[in-house]
């Protein structure tokens, strides 16, 4: 009998507590969103899994602990490995042709990082979080998990569990968020706005694009390399036309087992000790004001275009809400919600997908900033 007591003193079952029950049901939650509503469910099933894991008393699965997810913490976080080679296989995916058709979108890609600042000042003066941290906040404004993670593994990485949750839930939440914002900003009028055919881009230019502006991005703004240069490695891989194989490892079988990796050990960093506090609802707070205001800022910042542009130039303001880095969700949200505003016959997917794209180097640039700064 004492021998059974000694082993039932030694489980898990002994050493519950309430925290840990409170995360088993937020990683319940996440892997219902990710199942039953399709929210993100690459990363909300092992983020929410990982979740459970971490808060298995004596079992050392956080990624904090000795166990093999710290491993893989200590030698793919902590290390930049893994965010940089999911850009790599976003490179990979993403087609440049809109944003080169279109060059001005550019703008708006640009403006749509306006939340990032937005969140990180409230933070930093209004909510008593240090720069460093303010910062890996913020940068949920741009609606890029990957890049979520890399900055607040390097300049907040006891923050990097509900950074990541509300960089990732927001992302899923595009299709919620933004039509009320879209609707608030525009007028009928502008929502009615067609876009002439982007002019034909040239096998050169999509094949120049990712090497000039790895580049330029990379000598402006060094600390932003990982980041970028690994985006246009893999946007080099699509378009050069003669790496297949390489073409569909890096966007296929390589970021599905990076994802998987990421994603346990992100959600492994959530231990009740480290999610449950005030903090953590400020930071889900200040990704929802992040998110609005980025949202906001490139539909604003068209409108303001609009002003300098002549009549059949001008630009469709609801694009400016897909200058998030949420690709592609947040362009077929645009085009969605504009074909249904004018019964079908506007469609923007295309012109969306300019400034959508645009978002992901902005958003690289924008933690590249942060870093140049705050290192």
């Given at each position: 009998?004492?021998t059974?007591?000694?082993l039932l003193?030694q489980?898990g079952?002994?050493n519950?507590t309430?925290?840990?029950?409170v995360?088993?049901?937020?990683?319940a939650?996440l892997?219902y969103l990710?199942?039953?509503k399709?929210?993100e469910?690459?990363l909300?099933?092992?983020i929410g899994?990982?979740?459970?894991?971490?808060?298995?008393?004596?079992?050392e699965?956080?990624?904090?602990?000795?166990?093999?997810?710290?491993?893989i913490?200590?030698?793919g976080?902590?290390?930049?490995l893994?965010?940089?080679i999911?850009?790599?296989?976003?490179?990979?995916l993403?087609?440049?042709?809109?944003?080169?058709?279109?060059?001005?979108?550019?703008?708006?890609?640009?403006?749509?990082?306006?939340?990032?600042?937005v969140?990180?000042?409230?933070?930093?003066?209004?909510?008593?979080f240090n720069?460093?941290?303010?910062?890996?906040i913020g940068?949920i404004?741009g609606?890029?998990?990957?890049?979520?993670?890399?900055?607040?593994?390097?300049?907040?990485?006891h923050?990097?569990?509900?950074?990541?949750?509300?960089?990732?839930?927001?992302?899923?939440?595009v299709?919620?968020?933004?039509?009320?914002i879209?609707?608030l900003l525009?007028?009928?009028?502008?929502?009615?706005i067609?876009?002439?055919?982007?002019?034909p881009?040239s096998?050169t230019a999509?094949?120049?694009f990712?090497?000039?502006?790895?580049?330029?991005?990379s000598?402006?703004?060094p600390?932003?390399?990982p980041?970028?240069?690994?985006?246009?490695?893999?946007n080099?891989?699509?378009?050069s036309?003669?790496?297949e194989?390489?073409?569909?490892?890096?966007?296929?079988?390589l970021?599905?087992i990076v994802?998987?990796?990421?994603?346990i050990?992100?959600g492994?960093t959530?231990?009740?000790?480290?999610?449950l506090?005030?903090?953590?609802?400020?930071?889900?707070?200040?990704?929802?004001?992040?998110?609005?205001?980025?949202?906001?800022?490139?539909?604003?910042?068209?409108?303001?275009?609009?002003?300098f542009?002549?009549?059949?130039?001008?630009?469709?303001?609801?694009?400016?809400?897909?200058?998030?880095?949420?690709?592609?969700?947040?362009?077929r949200?645009?085009?969605?919600?504009v074909?249904?505003e004018?019964?079908g016959?506007v469609?923007?997917?295309?012109?969306?997908?300019?400034?959508n794209?645009?978002?992901?180097?902005g958003?690289?640039?924008?933690?590249?900033?942060?870093?140049?700064?705050?290192?």
């Amino acid at each position: 009998m004492e021998t059974i007591y000694s082993l039932l003193q030694q489980s898990g079952f002994s050493n519950l507590t309430w925290g840990n029950w409170v995360m088993f049901v937020i990683g319940a939650v996440l892997i219902y969103l990710a199942i039953k509503k399709k929210y993100e469910p690459l990363l909300l099933i092992p983020i929410g899994f990982g979740t459970i894991l971490a808060n298995l008393p004596l079992a050392e699965m956080g990624s904090y602990d000795n166990g093999i997810i710290a491993l893989i913490y200590d030698q793919g976080i902590k290390t930049e490995l893994l965010p940089p080679i999911i850009f790599m296989g976003v490179g990979v995916l993403t087609d440049f042709r809109p944003l080169l058709g279109r060059p001005l979108t550019f703008l708006l890609g640009a403006a749509a990082q306006f939340g990032i600042f937005v969140a990180a000042l409230g933070a930093a003066y209004l909510l008593g979080f240090n720069f460093k941290e303010a910062a890996a906040i913020g940068i949920i404004g741009g609606a890029d998990g990957p890049t979520s993670i890399f900055l607040a593994s390097k300049l907040a990485p006891h923050l990097l569990g509900p950074i990541a949750v509300a960089a990732y839930s927001y992302m899923s939440l595009v299709p919620i968020i933004q039509p009320p914002i879209i609707r608030l900003l525009t007028s009928r009028k502008e929502r009615a706005i067609d876009m002439p055919q982007a002019r034909p881009v040239s096998k050169t230019a999509v094949i120049i694009f990712p090497i000039v502006t790895g580049v330029i991005a990379s000598l402006a703004i060094p600390t932003s390399a990982p980041l970028i240069g690994m985006l246009m490695f893999g946007n080099l891989i699509r378009e050069s036309g003669v790496t297949e194989r390489l073409r569909k490892t890096a966007g296929g079988s390589l970021i599905d087992i990076v994802t998987i990796f990421l994603g346990i050990t992100v959600g492994a960093t959530m231990s009740a000790a480290s999610f449950l506090n005030l903090q953590t609802l400020y930071i889900l707070l200040l990704g929802a004001i992040a998110f609005s205001f980025s949202t906001a800022g490139g539909i604003i910042f068209a409108k303001i275009l609009n002003l300098f542009l002549g009549d059949g130039k001008k630009i469709n303001p609801c694009i400016g809400a897909a200058g998030v880095s949420a690709v592609p969700m947040a362009a077929r949200v645009v085009q969605k919600f504009v074909s249904e505003e004018t019964d079908g016959e506007v469609n923007l997917i295309m012109p969306a997908m300019g400034p959508n794209v645009a978002g992901v180097i902005g958003s690289a640039v924008a933690a590249g900033v942060f870093l140049t700064l705050l290192m």
